[in-house]
Each structure stands twice: as structure tokens, then as C-alpha cells.
């Protein structure tokens, strides 16, 4: 059975894009993904959000052919491997099995393919291909008040101490407790972001993405969720929003659109059709052994598109 979601939950995003950084923390230079707040805005850019379908814009929202343009840069290549950093205290909480199996079966999917519309100068395509490298915890070694700085320096510290490898075909999430804090927006502005540094040496790919259960309504698209786990659930979806825009855009000379808007953005918090569980959730994909309410992601083909699978 088909359900629709609430147009208060599929609302679109704006995001930020500004110039890259070359060293952590420079915060002014990550690419932030903000909140919906439920008022439309982008509504321009994602005429079908929200109808319960894979929508196709009657007019692709940027420049170029399938509404995002190439800016030279470099995209990932092969397999990315996905790192996660557990900051906070995630002791008991079931997010740590269910985005572990998230980040270990995305990989080759026909959501995750959609990523292969999308090359570099050299015609090179990314790949549909993504392993999970795995994990480490940090109990709170910068606080519970983080900064933008702070992060890079998470990252640096799994790295350098050999919690973690320094791969330059990782992708490197920072995920933080409910009890913790991003100070520069997360919850008001933003529900995680991703950019580049160079760290130990390595030019490393990282993201935040924060504990959506600290603000459900305004990080999570629904309550009930498919894996009964509100802020896990919520976060798998910006865990792959940032994962596909630093898989197309790393260091933020890319992919975009003239909006400054990557893949994701152009279709953050629309998630085509939907079915509902038993528990009163809905989700509109399965990965692996479990169902998700993932977001959908821009086809750089066809003219540009919001879908699902590709
Ligand atoms: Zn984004």
C-alpha cells in the first residue's frame, strides 16, 4: 500500500556552498544542509516534492542539461569506504547496529546508483560501490558544546592515534549523541554538513551528522520510524544525503547547480512514494535486512531528476 507523506515533512532545503577549505577547521567553507521548516522553500527547485511520486521538475533547476553543472574538481572513485566516529555516549542505543547495517549495504544499490550519472573531466564514473570500514568512539573528548572546529579534529585524533585509518577514499562521519551540542546551527540551521580538510597529510572527506532524536522536528521526517529508532532512522537519510554529495562533490568544486545546491540538496526531504509498516512508519526503500525512509537524490541524466533508484 501507497501512502503519501504529510507535505509538512517533505518541504525542502536550502543549503549553503561557498568556496573550499584547505585545512580543518575553517568552518565558514562547509557545505551545511538545513532544516526544512515546513514553509516550502525551495518548492521553485522541487516542483513534485511532496505528491507521493518520484517527481521530475518540468524544468531542471540549474544550468546545464540535467539541472547540475561540473566546476572541473575531482569526484571519488572506486569504492568509498564509510568510517563512522560514535561521538558522545551511544551506550545502549540501537543506532550503532542500524546505521552500521545502513552504511554496509547502500553499496550497490539502485538508490545509491544514481550517483553514477555523475563524472569527472576525464569521463571517469563514480562507482556504485560503497564498504563500510568501520568504527570508533570518542567519549566526549572536545565536550558536548561542539564547534566547527571541533570536528576535524575528531576526525584527526580517530586518525592519528590508529582508532581509524587515514584513507583518501574514506568518508568520514562524526556522529554525535543526542546530549551534544553543534554550536554554529545543527538543529536551528542545519541537521549535518560535510566538507574536506587536509589531515594528517591525507586530504580526508568528513561529515557531521548529529543525533536527530535531540531535535525530531526539525531533523526527522517522521516519529515512528522503520527500525523504531526516531534519530537513527533520521539520520540514515542525511548520513546518505552527505554521503552522495561528497562522493560528487569532495572538495566542492564539482557538481553543483548555479544555486550553489548539489545532488542532495536539490532533492533533500522529498521521498517519493512511501509504504507504511505495521508500526506505524513509513519507508519507501530496503536496504540490506532493513527498510528506510531515505530521501531522494538528483539523476544527472535525462534531463535531471529527483528518484529513488536509477
Ligand atoms: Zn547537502
Not at 240 to 262: Q, S, V
Not at 290 to 305: D, E, K
Request: with cysteine.
Amino acid at each position: 500500500m501507497t501512502w503519501r507523506l504529510p507535505a509538512l515533512v517533505a518541504a525542502s532545503a536550502i543549503c549553503m556552498m561557498t568556496m573550499p577549505m584547505l585545512a580543518p577547521g575553517d568552518s565558514d567553507n562547509a557545505e551545511k544542509d538545513i532544516k526544512p521548516d515546513g514553509k516550502g522553500i525551495g518548492s521553485l527547485l522541487n516542483p513534485g516534492k511532496g505528491n507521493g511520486r518520484d517527481a521530475k521538475p518540468a524544468r531542471p533547476g540549474g544550468g546545464g542539461s540535467n539541472g547540475i553543472n561540473y566546476h572541473g574538481g575531482p569526484v571519488m572513485l572506486g569504492t568509498t569506504t564509510v568510517y563512522y566516529i560514535w561521538y558522545g555516549d551511544w551506550s545502549g542505543n540501537s543506532a550503532t547496529t542500524i546505521l552500521t547495517d545502513f552504511a554496509s549495504s547502500i553499496g550497490g544499490s539502485p538508490y545509491f546508483n544514481i550517483n553514477t550519472t555523475y563524472y569527472d573531466g576525464a569521463n571517469r564514473h563514480v562507482s556504485n560501490s560503497v564498504a563500510f570500514g568501520g568504527s570508533t568512539t570518542d567519549s566526549y573528548s572536545r565536550g558536548s558544546a561542539l564547534t566547527d572546529a571541533d570536528i576535524p579534529a575528531i576526525v584527526s585524533s580517530a586518525i592519528t592515534s590508529g582508532r581509524l585509518p587515514g584513507n583518501p577514499n574514506g568518508a568520514y562521519f562524526v556522529l554525535t549523541s543526542a546530549d551534544v551540542s553543534e554550536t554554529s546551527g545543527f538543529c536551528t540551521t542545519y541537521c549535518g554538513w560535510h566538507t574536506y580538510g587536509t589531515l594528517p597529510g591525507t586530504a580526508i572527506k568528513y561529515a557531521f551528522v548529529g543525533n536527530a532524536a535531540r531535535c525530531p522536528s526539525a531533523c526527522a521526517a517522521q516519529t515512528a520510524s522503520p527500525n523504531d529508532n526516531t534519530g537513527a532512522d533520521a539520520m540514515a537519510s542525511v548520513i546518505a544525503h552527505e554521503l552522495e554529495e561528497m562522493i560528487t562533490d569532495p572538495k566542492l568544486n564539482a557538481w553543483y547547480d548555479r544555486r550553489g545546491y548539489e545532488n542532495a540538496d536539490k532533492c533533500a526531504w522529498t521521498f517519493g512514494s512511501v509504504s507504511l509498516l505495521p508500526n506505524g512508519a513509513y519507508y519507501n526503500m530496503t536496504l540490506g535486512a532493513r527498510n528506510f525512509l531515505i530521501q531522494q537524490n538528483w539523476v544527472n541524466a535525462g534531463g535531471g531528476y529527483c528518484a529513488k533508484s536509477y
